[in-house]
């Protein structure tokens, strides 16, 4: 049965996270180690001020004086060698975790289905996939930071204590004035952070639409108007960015001002103390530099609350991802080895959402083994929906499609789709090299095995003829080669897979006729190897199919 996580309404549980800390528990230990050396040396400072005041400067003890600076020397260079230690395991734990948590974020990317990543906009899905690594910041922080600033505020009380416990009192009452403050404007906050998020989503998607379509741009010389639209999801951006800040500025001032009136009663009770002689001038001096250590962890939990707002919408819009159910790549068996490659469509009906009309609705077909079928009709009957439903890429709400008799639902996806390849109109090829992009599923593939496939695809002049034969970089999504030439490039990887269902959408809409004539003679020979399914506006081009289906009468029907 597929695993699926809590609804993204409760995102996704921190246990996720917890899995990959786990395994780092030995460097979180020498990292909290090397925390600890240095907060302790930290605490020496203030009773060398003490001992300095209170013991040397009256007395003039200069040899003393010496000693205690050869301390405080060796005792910073301890201090600054532990800080760089510590800093260069944090870096080294925060990118394993990222590769770690990376991977397993992308992995599940890859196994969800079609329907997932018409959700939403590229840009939206690339934010959410952001919130990775301000979940991950939050429990490095809180499995090393925060606890280390519970037992330091404990320890710091305690020592405070050992000083004064009029002034530790003074010190106290800020704790849960400022413990109220961000109670109170955390629900404030959390709201602002959702909106925030919103807002940058919106722009990165309108950002990366844009550069996506920049020849469509320039074609209708629309900069003008994307231009005024790109401003616009900027400008609602920057002014959620504004609230938030606002918010957090002022919820850090506030909080500034009960440490200011910490600092302000210590230095009066205090001095009444030293005026009573309850306390020594050098005892006031060490208590406020101890005092003012022990904002620092209560500074860390205030920062604690905010980013636990931020966990809380991170969580959520990482939920989006996380808790969609996966395909079942593993969970089922792989197609049979020996399948004869007959396809078949029975009674199924498919809609791209649940409150749209279906575009096949009970379509019932059979396509021959080892024939060449076309596949015909006007635009938007479902021809190429047709496609993706035979390769599994798309699941049936009705019905189902077979091969070889075996129903597909039931078999691995990965399985099905090197056995029935759909390559679309306009394919898709990868930034690297025209051999990268051919070998992307057949890494052992030969040079000759590649020409084969590329004969096949009418495409072996156009790869010999360039200065770098295969070896030529096709640039991003394979801009650097013309639409032609692409869908030849990905006609070829998929003949280099050897399926037992080869379906092709428009094979041959952007070929000349020289090139087009080629293609069609090498598609009818792949006859003797698979069963060929053709898409076309075109059925004169193949005048030596076997059967035609016309999805244009309403009801998909074959002619021989």
Same mark, same amino acid.
């Given at each position: ?26 460097? =979180? ?31 003039? &003890?200069?040899?003393? $004086? ?29 990118? #394993? ?17 079609? #329907? ?11 934010? #959410? ?26 320890? =710091? ?24 403050? =961000?109670?109170?404007?955390? /629900? ?20 990366? *639409? ?20 790109? &401003? ?49 001038? @050098? ?34 819009? $990482? ?20 399948? *004869? ?54 699941? /049936? ?22 056995? !029935? ?7 898709? $090829? ?13 890494? *052992? ?18 790869? =010999? ?10 640039? *991003? ?6 639409? @032609? ?7 070829? #990887? ?8 080869? !379906? ?12 087009? @004539? ?43």
């Amino acid at each position: 049965m597929t695993k699926r996580l809590p609804s993204a309404d409760q995102g996704v549980p921190l246990s996720w996270f917890a899995t990959t800390l786990r395994k780092h528990i030995p460097l =979180y230990a020498e990292l909290t180690f090397l925390a600890v050396c240095v907060r302790m040396i930290g605490l020496l400072e203030p009773f060398v001020f003490q001992v300095v005041i209170d013991r040397i400067l009256p007395f003039q &003890r200069e040899a003393s $004086l010496i000693v205690v600076v050869v301390v405080m020397v060796g005792a910073n260079l301890f201090q600054v060698s532990f800080n760089l230690l510590a800093a260069f395991l944090g870096i080294s734990v925060a990118n #394993r975790l990222t590769l770690e948590l990376g991977t397993r974020l992308f992995d599940h990317l890859f196994r969800l289905p079609l #329907r997932h990543f018409r959700r939403w906009p590229v840009g939206e899905t690339l934010s #959410r996939i952001g919130e990775t690594d301000t979940i991950r910041a939050f429990l490095v922080g809180l499995t090393t930071g925060a606890s280390l600033d519970l037992f330091f505020t404990v320890l =710091y009380v305690a020592v405070l204590l050992s000083i004064s416990g009029q002034l530790t009192v003074v010190v106290a009452v800020a704790l849960p004035l400022q413990a109220v403050l =961000y109670l109170g404007f955390g /629900p404030v906050l959390r709201k602002r952070l959702r909106a925030q998020f919103d807002a940058g989503s919106r722009h990165q998607a309108r950002l990366v *639409e844009n550069l996506s379509g920049m020849t469509a741009v320039k074609a209708l010389t629309a900069e003008g108007a994307m231009l005024s639209r790109l &401003r616009q999801t900027l400008s609602h951006t920057l002014q959620a960015s504004r609230r938030v800040y606002t918010m957090n500025a002022v919820s850090g001032q506030l909080a500034m001002l009960c440490e200011k009136g910490v600092f302000i009663g210590v230095i009066y009770v205090g001095a009444q103390q030293v005026f009573a002689g309850d306390l020594t001038l @050098g005892q006031l001096i060490a208590f406020q530099l101890i005092a003012e250590k022990i904002a620092a962890p209560i500074a860390g939990f205030s920062k604690l609350w905010q980013d636990w707002q931020n966990l809380r919408v991170s969580r959520q819009r $990482l939920g989006d991802i996380l808790s969609s159910t996966r395909e079942p790549f593993g969970e089922k068996n792989r197609l049979p080895a020996e399948l *004869e490659p007959r396809l078949e469509f029975r009674s199924v009906s498919f809609a791209y959402a649940v409150d749209q009309r279906p575009v096949l609705d009970g379509v019932d077909l059979v396509i021959p083994p080892n024939s060449c079928t076309l596949v015909v009709g006007p635009s938007g009957v479902g021809k190429s929906t047709f496609g993706r439903l035979a390769a599994g890429l798309e699941v /049936p709400q009705g019905g189902t499609v077979r091969l070889g008799g075996e129903d597909l639902s039931e078999f691995e996806p990965e399985s099905v789709r090197s056995r !029935i390849i759909y390559v679309p109109q306009d394919p898709y $090829l990868f930034s690297g090299t025209l051999r990268e992009n051919l070998q992307l599923r057949c890494a *052992e593939a030969t040079d000759a095995m590649l020409r084969e496939a590329l004969v096949v695809a009418a495409a072996d002049d156009l790869v =010999y003829r360039l200065p770098l034969g295969l070896d030529t970089p096709v640039g *991003e999504q394979g801009n650097a080669l013309s639409g @032609g030439q692409r869908q030849r490039i990905a006609i070829a #990887r998929a003949v280099l897979q050897n399926p037992s269902v080869l !379906i092709l959408d428009e094979p041959t809409s952007a070929l000349d006729e020289v090139a087009q @004539g080629r293609m069609v003679g090498e598609l009818m020979r792949l006859r003797e190897k698979m069963t060929v399914i053709v898409i076309t506006h075109r059925p004169d081009v193949f005048s030596q199919r076997d059967h035609i289906i016309d999805f244009g009468t309403g009801v998909a029907h074959a002619d021989a």
